[in-house]
Each structure stands twice: as C-alpha cells, then as structure tokens.
C-alpha cells in the first residue's frame, strides 16, 4: 500500500535532510530551503543552460504560461 506525498511531507523530508547536512555545513543552518526555493533553483538552472522558458514551464507543471516570469526576470538581472 504507497501513497503520495503531501505538501507537508515533502518539506519535513527536505527540513530534516537541511538539518543532518547543517552538521557538516553549519552555514547551512541559517539558509531558506524549502520545496519553493529548490523549484525555483531548478528553473533558474534549467533556463541558465539554455532550455526554452515553454520547456521548463511544461518541466515545472506550470497551469498558466505566465506564472514563470518572475523567476526569468529574475534570472537575467
């Protein structure tokens, strides 16, 4: 019997693998990293390598063609 993760699953697994990786990596303590933030480092990586904004929307799921904007304004600043 498997099921999905939800939302809140996701960042628990995230939040206790920061956590075990600070020990090593104490800057790490005081970084934001949730599921948004490694999506959008995703994107941004995704674009940098010269993949097509319509691909990473497709990649990332995105429902609406204009909720990626913001991270490609971001991206070339």
Excluded: E, W
């Excluded at 990786?21 to 999506?39: C, D, I």
């Excluded at 480092?41 to 995105?62: F, T």
């Amino acid at each position: 019997m498997s099921s999905c993760l939800s939302r809140d699953g996701i960042a628990y697994i995230l939040r206790r693998h920061v956590q075990a990786a600070a020990q090593q990596l104490p800057a790490l303590a005081h970084k934001r990293v949730t599921p948004h933030v490694l999506r959008h480092s995703c994107a941004v990586g995704l674009l940098q390598s010269g993949n097509a904004l319509p691909v990473i929307r497709d990649y990332l799921g995105h429902a609406s063609m204009r909720q990626p904007d913001a991270t490609s304004r971001q991206t070339f600043r």
